[in-house]
């Protein structure tokens, strides 16, 4: 199990529907975010899930550093990157496949997860296209995709930042972004991440 990011949604239940798989990895600041606020969102979704729920958390068991290791016979290369969708996330490149699994640096083609920080996520997505060898991408939402993926999501959170500094409240930012982008999909996750630009 390779790990990209703290957020539940890329955690939560693994170790339930993985029981049998004993290598888990993470860079070392996910898994001290994991760890941290483990048992906290264990506890929560229990009460909303009731017995659907694991009755444990994900244990990440190995950490990873950024770099090249070998992981059952298969090249993984892991890069690091800050205050993107979350604090820190991890990117791994499969360079014998041309494969990259992105995780959240990527929603192909929905709706993005919004934080403010617009403009370092989108020079992080400005990176990835600088690297034609990798032809498939793997979002942490979303189909597999095309290098293609990446000017979409530049222009989204360009359009993102516009709307929200136009913006003065969390209904006239979702009205913005649905006006913009009324066919794509996931605009529920605007029901996640407008309480926190606009808590209460």
Known sequence: LLITHEHPDHWFGLVAAFADVEESYALAD?????????????????GTLGEMAP??????????????????????????????????????KLPDYGVLLVGD?????????????????????????????????VPGHGLPSLPAVYADGIDYLATSKEAFAAATDAEALRARLLAAYPDRPGAGIMDIYLPRLYPA
Do not use: M
Request: proline share 5%; charged share 15%; aromatic share 12%.
């Open 55 to 92: 009755t444990e958390f994900l244990n990440v068991k190995q950490v990873l550093t950024p770099g090249v290791e070998t992981i059952d016979g298969v090249q993984i290369e892991t890069v690091g990157y800050r205050d993107a969708e979350a604090a820190v996330q991890a990117l791994f």
């Open 105 to 137: 640096l990527v929603y192909a083609y929905g709706h993005y997860f919004l934080p403010t920080n617009f403009d370092n996520w989108s020079s992080i997505l400005q990176e990835l296209e600088g690297h034609p060898a990798y032809q498939v991408i």
């Open 30 to 46: 996910v898994k001290a975010a994991i760890d941290a606020t483990g048992p906290g969102t264990l506890a929560f979704l229990q």
